[in-house]
């Protein structure tokens, strides 16, 4: 009897100890709050929270379906908040993120200052974040494990290096107006820059009017519509965006002018309605910004959340496209 009870408890110490193993490693597998996460939950699934800008162009909404197409590819649980462009709804939108303890934050700053307090909140938190398409002016890089997308400025400089050449011949001024994104973003603060440190080569070329239109169709046809009535001759549209671009071809109709022709027009984005339009001789030039982000971001999340290091910026790879390109191309643009 003795002998028998002797040995119930040594096996149920054994047990004991074996279950205990089996906790800790369980729980070591599972690395719940030392891979960069801020999750408690742990099913091992990734949960991001992203702030997107809005809905302003054709070039976001493709960057939209991108990302959620994406998240769903991956295996990740995507929570989504549009921002309608207003900068206090992305900082309300990355504080509940934060409050909910997702496992990555990724965003596209809607203006490129203001964020360094937020950004300190969730680096607090444990939770890692993403900028995506557009960056932000943080002295703090540490706020931040990477930046990935476009390099704006140098798209502003690939269209103003194709007007120095086509204009090369000019003898006498060529007026350009410009449309530029919305005030303090990061695409119109950088593609103005590009834009005009390339035409600079060319004193010929001057740019006589330049205001926001915040990269919509509305914004681009009204602001057009002054800058025609207040400028008798413009030989050049610089639009930030193909929409502004676009909105801009009715002011220009309208006011008895033909656009490719009377006015050369260059755009940034080359989204399928933009290249419809370069295809058919009403835009001259685009420089290409591409908006499919998605499986790249995706792929950035799985590894912050693992703790690996990430380059600080990823560029995204991009060209230009003229009239005949715009044709041979279009048939099979995704966006
Ligand atoms: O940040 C990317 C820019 O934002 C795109 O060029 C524009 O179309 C969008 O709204």
């Not at 047990?15 to 091992?44: I, Q, Y």
């Not at 960056?135 to 798209?155: C, I, M, P, Q, R």
């Not at 656009?259 to 420089?287: E, R, S, Y």
């Amino acid at each position: 009897m003795m002998g028998k009870m002797r040995m119930h408890s040594a096996s149920w110490r054994a047990a004991t100890v074996l279950a205990s193993v089996l906790l800790v490693g369980t729980m070591a597998a599972c690395g719940n709050s030392d891979t960069g996460g801020g999750g408690t939950k742990d099913d091992g699934k990734i949960t991001m929270g992203f702030s997107q800008v809005g809905a302003e162009s054709g070039w976001r909404t493709a960057n939209t379906t991108s990302i959620k197409e994406s998240a769903t590819a991956a295996g990740i649980e995507l929570k989504f908040d549009d921002a309608q462009q207003k900068q206090e709804n992305q900082i309300k939108a990355i504080r509940n993120y934060i409050q909910q303890k997702v496992d990555v934050i990724a965003f596209s700053p809607v203006v490129e200052s203001g964020w360094d307090t937020v950004l300190k909140e969730a680096k607090d938190a444990g939770i890692p974040v993403i900028l995506t398409d557009r960056s932000v002016d943080s002295a703090d890089k540490t706020l931040y494990k990477t930046f990935l997308g476009s390099d704006f400025v140098k798209e502003g400089k690939l269209a103003g290096e194709w007007l120095v050449e086509q204009k090369k011949t000019a003898t006498g001024p060529v007026n350009i107006v410009e449309l530029q994104g919305n005030t303090g973003a990061a695409p119109a603060n950088d593609r103005k820059k590009g834009f005009g440190e390339a035409i600079a080569a060319n004193p010929n070329l001057k740019i006589i009017a330049s205001q926001p239109g915040d990269f919509t169709r509305a914004g681009g046809k009204q602001v057009m519509e002054q800058f025609l009535k207040a400028n008798k001759q413009i030989d050049v549209l610089f639009a930030h965006n193909d929409d502004m671009g676009l909105g801009a071809l009715e002011a220009i109709t309208a006011a008895g002018k033909v656009p490719g022709k009377d006015i050369t027009i260059i755009t940034v984005d080359a989204v399928k309605d933009g290249m419809q339009a370069l295809a058919d001789g009403k835009f001259n030039f685009i420089a290409e910004c591409s908006p499919l982000l998605g499986p790249q971001l995706m792929d950035l999340a799985k590894k912050v959340h693992a703790g690996e290091t990430v380059p600080a910026r990823i560029e995204t790879e991009e060209t230009t496209f003229t009239q005949e390109q715009a044709k041979e191309a279009l048939p099979n643009r995704k966006y």
